[in-house]
Structure formats: C-alpha cells, structure tokens
C-alpha cells in the first residue's frame, strides 16, 4: 500500500488543508495517510479525523512534526525538526532527549524528516543520532533543490549497511494538490505489519511531483490568515 506520511492540515499555522479534504484524496487514491502538524496534535483531538478516515476506510497513522529545542529554556534555540508516528498523547517541542524518553514511554516511531534540507529546520544533529530512527525521509516533495534529497539518499545508502532504517518517500504537503507529490511503498494492512516493515526497513520510495513554488507562496500566505482553507 502506498502511504504519504508528511502531510500538514489547517491545525498547523502554514497549511490550508482541511481533514476531510485530506482524507477524500487518499481514499480516491487509495493511500494511507499521516496528518504530522506542528508542534500540535489537534487535529486528532477536536478535528474528528480518526472518525472520517473510518467512515472512508483510510489507513490513518496519527503523527506530529515536533520542534527540537537546544535546551529546555523558555526561549531556547531550535535545532530541528523530528516527526513521530503512533502518539497517543502530543509532544511539546523540547530536548531531543527528554522527547525520545516520551517517545519509548508511548511505544511511538521516530523519524527524520528532511535531514539535510538546511533551509527548511532539518535536525543538526541526526549524524550522531540515526541509530535512534526508525526512519528517515530520502525523498521530500518540499526541498527546493534536488541536492538536499540526493544528500539524504547518499546518507541512508551507507548507513542502511550497518543497520536497517526505513526510506521515506513523502510530500510535506500543505496544500490539498500536493497529497502524493511524495509516496511510500509499504507492504502493510494494518498497524502492527506497518511497525514491523518499518523496522525492518522494508520500504520503497515513490516519486511523483515536486512541489511548486506556487505552493511555497500559499504557505506564507496561510501564516497571515491571506487564503482560504479548503
Ligand atoms: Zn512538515
């Protein structure tokens, strides 16, 4: 089954997409889909997702893109982004420790996205950390330059040597139009043969769009309130 696992909704300051909007497309395409909004799990409480992707019958993973904070100061610097899959309970940004001891509290999988797009918050320090993923994106329809993805793919072919991670294919969608842009292939039905494929690295990434700039520009324009959700 194909599934995009990077995708944002109107609960996120920067995104348009309305849940049920989100949710028609996967079940048109069949796709599974995660709903990862930053630094925020709303959507998953108040925004009645779990009960539509039912209805539909869409393999819904819930997720959240979460901000790495320096240290645990009030105004302390961010050092990237991680994303997270099978929360039960949102994660506020904070140390990359005190959020992989959250992490293995509610059996959650860890995963990098964009590890190397420096424009765009890619977690500094994922070098020294990969072997805590259980993932990583290799290809991100949002890079604005190839580089950063072929980066990543160099990254994941030599450590995938020395132990299995899993290869992500996603869009990072913030518009209804880029559902898809990035897929990836996993050979699962339910939750625990999507753990177990994960963990073992069995996946495949699929590409099909880049996003345009066009998308970029809606982006700043849902951070001022400039555009309609739909
Ligand atoms: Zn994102």
């Not at 982004?81 to 509290?105: G, H, M, Q």
């Not at 996993?186 to 494929?197: D, P, T």
Request: aromatic residues 10%; contains cysteine; proline residues 3%.
């Amino acid at each position: 089954m194909l599934f995009d696992l990077h995708t944002h909704s109107k609960y996120s300051i920067d995104a348009l997409s309305k849940p049920e909007t989100m949710l028609k497309i996967c079940k048109k395409n069949n796709w599974g889909i995660s709903i990862t909004d930053h630094d925020n799990m709303n959507v998953y409480s108040r925004g009645n997702v779990k009960k539509i992707a039912k209805k539909l019958d869409v393999f819904l993973i819930p997720g959240e893109e979460i901000r790495v904070l320096e240290n645990n100061g009030g105004d302390s610097k961010c050092v990237g982004e991680i994303i997270v899959y099978f929360l039960k309970e949102e994660i506020k940004p904070s140390t990359f420790k005190d959020i992989l001891v959250e992490i293995k509290k509610q059996d959650a999988l860890l995963s990098c996205p964009h590890p190397f797009d420096w424009p765009r918050k890619n977690f500094k320090d994922f070098k020294n950390n990969w072997k805590e993923f259980n993932s990583m994106e290799v290809y991100n329809a949002r890079a604005y330059y190839a580089g950063l993805n072929k980066k990543s793919q160099f990254f994941f072919n030599t450590i995938f040597k020395e132990k299995k991670i899993s290869a992500l294919g996603v869009s990072d969608a913030h518009t209804p139009e880029e559902i898809g842009n990035g897929l990836t292939d996993i050979s699962a039905n339910n939750e625990e043969e999507f753990r177990r494929a994960i963990k073992k690295g069995n996946t495949k990434i699929i590409i099909n769009n880049k996003a345009k700039i066009w998308h970029h520009i809606q982006t700043q324009l849902a951070r001022k309130n400039m555009i309609k959700e739909r």
